[in-house]
């Protein structure tokens, strides 16, 4: 028997029983559907974590102060608002803010690796332009080490240069956003009463640790408004590593060093050193273990619409007793039966899986509307990427899975057709 | 090996059949001896119960003997392998049952087909000779209709078509007038007759009905498992 008739019969026969059909594929669709959610929401949010954080720049070290001792990872944040990460309640200094100096600064540079180091101050403070004014992140930077650093690019004008005194690089929230009138290249803006003007204005990153809500300014002119922060102290320091490659050796070194001169243990620690690739590291861990143990449990709604197919074809078998002996006395072998069984399910596993990738698809677009709209935007602009992500691989992973699960399914039921008597068969009735 | 020559289509050779119903042994058929050479029209009567379609499954090679040996043409069937056995029995014997055993989800034609599409026959030459048999069994108008559409006589005359589709060395008929009206039954038996006379095919029939035994040129009758007479 050619393989096409054997398509043919199998087809006809799936067909026939069109109700039962359906409700096994019913089966497997649920399984494939909620698998493939799962997995593209993962791979959506990964994909959203690296985008977010490719915004701090791979080869980017950044020391903060205040230590989080329940993940060892998240504390102190950008430079954005102050750390909020202290805590844990041990030494009173690790809820300092601002503690980092110009000792701190000066090892940093003496570490092996270290390319630059920015010291920065930051703070929210009153900014008008127009007779307008606004509460915005103010950071003052080192004006070379900065431009050496920064992901960001210009829109318009220039960055900060040594020597620049009251001048102000702006992100395009800034420009665009936040004031009734856009502000304009070479217009003035005040900060805290202070006039700055505006030498450069920044592309949009749409990412976290993204610039486009900051005024960056150099930090000597920094120091004349922010008061939080004392003369010899920082907010935060920058750190370049000659090597994106070796950031966390680097990144070890720095914390170590820092242990030193800051005279602290594992214990008291009261600083923390991340780096984009670390935070992206621990949350892709938090994330992988998450959804492979959600993975798990769509997989065993697919176990479920396997024993599914497998129960009706043994059901098929039986009531196509009479059609195997017809089969069988007019020449056709044990191995051809075996095959249009098996081609029988795996039909109901390929359709299953087609259907349950469209329905994936449906239902990991509708999480990816409410996740965006529960989690709000991430970063200025990071509504434009979805949650979810359905790649080929993940299409044609589910499909392929799904068919093999048919095969599998029918291997019990099509053995058994093979193995009738075909004097037994034609007499049931 | 046999003193069967080219001309015996089949042969038993101490055939026994053993039913084994549990802790009962059923006792089928017992001793048979018998050869049918070609072009022959053979009857096998008997009362029910007395082993005619243990026989027929055994000469149509769909069961194996619990003893004793049997020839198919020149083929030892007990030293083929399962899927050689099956090639062989589909293109060498054509079945004709008492329940018709058509093809259910198939078409008149496409069960006609189907010996052919099972070995492998030219796709080009396989509807050809499917019409070309349809008409000689008088159906070429039904051709689309399913089994369940037509008349017992009508599906055993299908049945006839599949069974001649692959130019059979015999024909293997259990029963064919058992589930038709005496007429119809009369009808289909004329058929056979031609067959017979006409294109010399060879064709065993096993029956317990005594109007089909004036069609015979030969009948071997059956008693309790055994040969009583024409073996
Ligand atoms: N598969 C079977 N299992 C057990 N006993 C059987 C089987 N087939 C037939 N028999 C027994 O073998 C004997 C002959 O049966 P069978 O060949 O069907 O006779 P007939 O066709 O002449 O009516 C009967 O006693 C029947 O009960
Ligand atoms: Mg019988």
């Known amino acids: ?429 | 090996m046999p003193e069967a020559n080219e001309k015996t289509v089949i042969e038993l050779k101490n055939v026994s059949k053993v039913y084994q119903m549990g802790e009962v042994e059923v006792s089928a058929l017992k001793n048979i001896n018998m050869k049918v050479e070609m072009g022959e029209f053979v009857v096998v009567m008997g009362p029910s119960g007395s082993g005619k379609s243990t026989l027929m499954n055994l000469i149509g090679c769909l069961d194996i003997p619990t003893e004793g040996k049997i020839f198919l043409e020149t083929h030892d069937i007990s030293k083929l392998s399962e899927s050689q056995l099956a090639r062989i029995r589909g293109s060498r014997i054509g079945f004709i049952f008492q329940f018709f055993n058509l093809y259910p989800t198939l078409s008149v034609i496409e069960n006609v087909e189907l010996p052919m599409r099972i070995h492998n026959y030219d796709e080009r030459k396989i509807r050809g000779k499917s019409l070309e048999l349809l008409k000689m069994v008088g159906l070429q108008n039904r051709n689309d209709h399913l089994p369940s559409q037509l008349s017992g006589g009508e599906m055993q005359r299908v049945a006839i078509a599949r069974a001649l589709s692959t130019e059979p060395s015999m024909i293997l008929a259990d029963e064919p007038t058992g589930n038709i009206d005496s007429k119809t039954s009369q009808e289909i038996m004329q058929f056979f007759k031609k067959l017979h006379t006409e294109k010399n095919e060879t064709i065993i029939i096993v029956t317990h009905d005594q109007s089909v035994a004036k069609y015979a040129q030969r009948i071997i009758h059956l008693k309790d498992g055994q040969i009583k007479e024409g073996g």
Do not use: C
């Not at chain 1, 009261?270 to 959804?291: C, E, K, P, W």
């Not at chain 1, 709604?301 to 039986?318: C, D, E, K, Q, Y």
């Not at chain 1, 990738?357 to 509708?366: A, C, K, L, M, R």
């Open chain 1, 1 to 429: 028997m050619r393989f096409r008739y054997i398509l043919k019969l199998s087809a006809e026969s799936f067909m026939q029983k069109k109700l039962r059909s359906w409700l096994t594929i019913l089966g497997i669709v649920i399984g494939v559907a909620a698998v493939v959610s799962i997995l593209s929401l993962s791979t959506g949010t990964q994909q959203i974590i690296t985008s977010q954080l490719g915004g701090l720049g791979a080869d980017i070290v950044t020391v903060s102060p205040g230590f989080n001792r329940a993940s060892g990872m998240f504390g102190g944040g950008g430079s954005g608002g102050g750390p909020e990460g202290g805590g844990g309640g041990t030494a009173s200094s690790i809820t300092e803010d601002h503690n980092l100096t110009t000792r701190d600064l000066a090892a940093i540079k003496s570490v092996p690796g270290v390319k630059a180091v920015d010291g920065m101050i930051s703070d929210r403070l009153a900014i008008s332009y127009l007779a307008h004014s606004a509460t915005l992140s103010v950071e003052g930077v080192d004006p070379l080490a900065w431009k050496e650093m920064t992901t960001s690019s210009l829109a318009s004008g220039r960055y900060l240069t040594p020597g620049d005194g009251n001048v102000a690089v702006i992100g395009s929230r800034v420009a665009d956003g936040v004031f009734k009138q856009a502000v304009l290249l070479n217009s003035q803006i005040t900060i805290e009463g202070k006039p700055f003007k505006v030498v450069g204005i920044l592309e949009s990153s749409g990412s976290f640790g993204g610039t486009d809500n900051a005024i960056i300014v150099p930090i000597d002119a920094a120091r004349t408004v922010i008061e939080s922060v004392a003369p010899t102290h920082f907010s935060s320091i920058q750190v370049q590593v000659q090597d994106a490659n070796s950031v966390n050796q680097t990144t070890n070194d720095i914390s170590s060093k820092l242990m030193l001169v800051r005279h602290v243990n594992d214990n008291t620690k009261d600083f923390t050193v991340s780096s984009a690739q670390s935070i992206q590291q621990s949350i892709s861990s938090i994330m992988g273990t998450l959804s492979l143990f959600m993975a798990g449990i769509a997989a065993i709604s697919l176990l479920v619409g396997a024993i599914g197919i497998a129960n009706t074809m043994f059901m098929s078998v039986m009531e196509r007793t009479k059609q195997i002996g017809i089969l069988k006395a007019l020449g056709t072998t044990n191995f051809e039966v075996m095959q249009l069984f098996m081609v029988e399910s795996a039909i109901v596993g390929l359709i299953g899986g087609l259907l349950g990738v469209f329905v994936g698809f449906i239902v990991s677009g509708i999480i990816g509307e409410i996740g965006v709209s529960v989690i709000g935007n991430l970063g200025p602009r990071g509504g434009s990427m979805s949650l979810t992500a359905i790649t080929p691989e993940l299409v044609a992973f589910a499909i392929g899975f799904s068919t093999m699960l048919g095969i599998v399914s029918g291997l019990l039921p099509a053995r058994r057709a093979s193995k009738l008597q075909p004097t037994a068969a034609l007499r049931y009735e």
